[in-house]
């Protein structure tokens, strides 16, 4: 999610003074434990905007395991804020900041970083943390389905943990949702209805602005093709033009799509048709998809529909059904038997992790195990909503091969899910 959630009171941190007795020397025990400051995680901060500082700075600043060093945002108002905002917690002036997330990488003293940028750096700044050693945890998603193959195959060579940064799978009632279908309580699965929510009316204002004094805007665009600043191309609004993201789709699919997967058990795979329309903005910047009506159908026979509304999903079966209305609304259930059912021991559970994603990728850097979304199925999620995306850009009933990710027989959709031209000196390439 792009939107700032209450956080939880910030952990204290004191400085106990040791006592002599008779000769010896008192240490507080979390010195000598697992969070000891020896064995702390030490993690550098790329993109501190609202969603950086909001929900993933405040967390990491309550969690024992973690300790911030760094802060980078080619903002400089937002990154200053942020180091006042590690200052504050740790009590001391020694979180550095940069606007150039390489002299983030270029630290051997940070074990991990975790990015917050707008969507078209997330797998270059990913890819390049990992080859600079660093764990990875990064906000969803890829540019192109071909970029998150690359992702992939690089954490997989670097042997590298890598978190898909959404909170889904620790909220209890999608998780719940989950294990409900995947245990048969409505019986067979048939259909999964995803309604994401609408996104802005105004097309967004293309004419050209002086660039902002505090503002890298060379390395705001870095790998995207050169555009002229404008207030709306920036922050919040960069998810409304195909040059840096994937619009309402990508933002809140990636939610909703991971619940509907793990539930239909497709999570490393994903549907073998997809059909949608849609509209686009007209006379203005933005140019991603606006309303849309989109159909995928799997190879067990589900289908799944996504249109626009109140974010929700519904999961309809032969035996009933299950979902909720709202993000994080309560659940629903076509009767008390199936909401109130109990999951066995010996049926499928569904690994989560109810202290969120943030606490599960510290966990997962200690054990070097895959956290609860990792690499691989983030990716398949974010190929969900690329492959709507590009449905409703070809305007036809696509085959997709989800063995081989590629489309069946159809060279101009095959294009759009490749990798896109990156504006020198940026690439990809190792």
């Known amino acids: 999610m792009q939107t700032s959630r209450s956080r939880r009171a910030f952990l204290q941190t004191t400085v106990l003074a040791g006592a002599a007795t008779a000769g010896w020397q008192v240490v507080p025990a979390r010195l000598l434990g697992a969070e000891a400051p020896s064995r702390q995680i ?68 940070v074990d991990a970083v975790m990015i917050s940028t707008p969507d078209h750096w997330h797998t270059l700044i990913s890819v390049l943390a990992l080859r600079a050693g660093k764990d990875v945890q990064c906000e969803k998603p890829t540019l192109s389905i071909d970029e998150g193959k690359i992702l992939i195959a690089e954490v997989r060579k670097r042997g590298k943990v890598f978190q898909t940064s959404t909170e889904d799978r620790s909220i209890p009632v999608y998780h719940r949702m989950a294990e409900l279908v995947r245990n048969g309580r409505i019986g067979k699965l048939q259909r999964i209805e995803v309604i994401l929510p609408r996104q802005p009316n105004v097309p967004g204002d293309p004419t050209p602005q002086p660039v902002p004094s505090d503002l890298d805007w060379d390395l705001w665009l870095g790998p995207a093709p050169f555009a002229p600043y404008t207030k709306d191309r920036v922050h919040f609004n960069f998810r409304w033009i195909e040059d840096y993201s994937g619009g309402i789709i990508c933002d809140w699919g990636t939610h909703l799509f991971d619940t509907a997967q793990w539930a239909n ?31 995928f159908a799997y190879a067990n026979g589900v ?6 509304g109140n ?53 997962c850097v200690k054990s070097r195990q895959d956290p609860y979304f990792p690499v691989d199925i983030g990716h398949r999620v974010a190929s969900v909503c690329h492959l709507a995306n590009i449905a409703v850009r070809t305007g036809r009933k696509l ?14 959709a095959n294009q759009l899910r490749q990798v896109r031209p990156m504006r020198s000196p940026w690439t990809l390439e190792g």
């Open 265 to 295: 058990d497709t999570e490393r795979s994903g549907p073998v048709t997809i059909a949608g329309t849609g509209t686009y903005w007209e006379g203005g910047l933005y140019d991603t998809v606006k309303d849309y009506d989109v159909t």
């Open 42 to 109: 030490t993690v550098g901060f790329i993109g501190t905007g609202d969603h950086g500082t909001g929900w993933n700075l405040r967390r990491y600043l309550t969690l024992p395991a973690a300790r911030v060093l760094a802060v980078c945002d080619v903002d400089g108002a937002r990154m200053r804020r942020a180091k006042e905002i590690v200052d504050e917690q740790y009590r001391n002036q020694d979180c550095a900041m940069t606007k150039d997330f390489r002299e983030v990488l270029a630290r051997p003293d």
């Open 311 to 363: 974010p929700s999903i519904k999961f309809i079966g032969a035996e009933g059904w299950v979902g909720n209305t709202g993000w994080r609304g309560e659940l629903e259930a076509s009767s008390a038997a199936i909401k109130t059912a109990k999951i066995g021991p010996d049926e499928t559970r569904l690994y989560t992790n109810p202290e969120g994603e943030h606490h599960d990728f510290l966990q």
């Open 303 to 308: 289908v799944m529909t996504c249109r626009p």
């Open 399 to 412: 085959s997709w091969d989800p063995a081989q990710e590629v489309f069946v027989g159809d060279d101009g």
